[in-house]
């Protein structure tokens, strides 16, 4: 019988549904992936071998909840696999995880606010719910971090270095820039109410940077921003030959940045669980209005030459989780 993993990834933008590709892409070589997700931004994606179960973002909390409960308390799968919020994003998996010791359950344990963590008490949750807890990344000083089913990988990543396509073919194909001009990716790769704050730095950067190409990535087109727009998934693969990104501090902006060593300024924007301000501190230019990320972009230009150089070799943790999971004797 084929193996199948389902996997919870409910939240409102790009990150939990990217993460969750990023992981299944892989482990559908070998079994059925299902990703459950509410992401408005669900139909934009290429599934990757997945099969993607989109709840309508516009469903209501409570029949959200309770199409999650119906789907996994009926799911036959052998590995359930839960990203971030381990009681689920609205507390709909508080009560059905106790009924499901027959499956291992494997939490994704991204950095979130730890007032959340204490509120809900978490920490005993996690110990008697999760068969295993893995980090993605984000480093030892989580909250879980001590338990004694934790596994530490790097960050995960829808594309492994090997997977990137030719950087000149995507230059030239998507961001329709030639190799001799300096290139600034503004990366909306967040909620849908913050396009027009990036339409505003892209048009600004646009203007204070002529002779440099200009371009902002988002999945719809931003406010009169049809010359520099593009839509393309996964993003990852045009921040790999932008030569500055501006953006915001989430997982995957952050962390594929870094792989690529291309310089991330970003504005840390808020978030009821994420923990931006921490990501961008510790990893990129924390710029805190648009005229300092200005500045800074203004900074790297003046110091960097255009992208020529072969793209970057990196350990993709997603491949490293997917043997962790297999590897578990349940």
């Not at 009926?74 to 009560?95: K, M, S």
């Not at 921003?225 to 593009?230: K, N, S, Y």
Request: glycine fraction near 6%; aromatic fraction near 8%; charge should be neutral.
């Amino acid at each position: 019988m084929t193996k199948t993993w389902l996997i919870y990834a409910l939240g409102g933008g790009w990150g939990h549904i990217t993460r969750a590709l990023s992981l299944g892409r892989i482990a559908a070589k070998h079994s059925k992936v299902r990703i459950l997700t509410n992401s408005p931004y669900a139909h934009y994606l290429n599934a990757e071998g997945c099969l993607v179960q989109w709840i309508p973002d516009s469903a209501g909390f409570s029949a959200t909840c309770q199409q999650v409960r119906h789907i996994i308390l009926n799911a036959e799968c052998d590995r359930l696999i839960i990203d971030t919020f381990p009681r689920g994003l609205g507390g709909e998996l508080a009560d059905i995880l106790p009924q499901l010791q027959h499956i291992p359950r494997i939490l994704i344990h991204r950095d979130i606010n730890p007032r959340y963590i204490a509120a809900k008490n978490l920490r005993s949750f996690v110990a008697e719910n999760f068969d295993a807890v893995i980090v993605p990344g984000e480093g030892k000083d989580l909250p879980f971090c001590d338990l004694p089913n934790v596994h530490h990988t790097a960050p995960w990543l829808i594309r492994s270095d090997v997977d990137l396509p030719e950087r000149t073919l995507t230059r030239s194909h998507i961001l329709k820039v030639n190799e001799t001009i300096k290139t600034i990716l503004v990366c909306c790769a967040g909620q849908a109410e913050e396009l027009p704050l990036f339409a505003e730095i892209a048009l600004k950067l646009h203007q204070e940077f002529p002779k440099c190409a200009v371009r902002i990535l988002a999945a719809d087109c931003p406010p009169n921003c049809q010359d520099l727009w593009i839509s393309h998934h996964p993003g990852i693969e045009c921040l790999a030959v932008a030569d500055v990104v501006v953006g915001g501090a989430g997982y995957n902006t952050v962390y594929e940045c870094a792989a690529l060593r291309v310089p991330l300024v970003a504005i840390a924007l808020k978030r009821l669980y994420d923990r931006q301000d921490k990501r961008a501190q510790a990893y990129c230019y924390w710029v805190q209005d648009i005229q300092s990320a200005i500045d800074t972009v203004k900074m790297l230009v003046d110091r960097i030459e255009p992208q020529k150089k072969p793209l970057p070799s990196y350990i993709n943790g997603a491949v490293q989780a997917v043997h962790h999971i297999m590897s578990y004797k349940f």
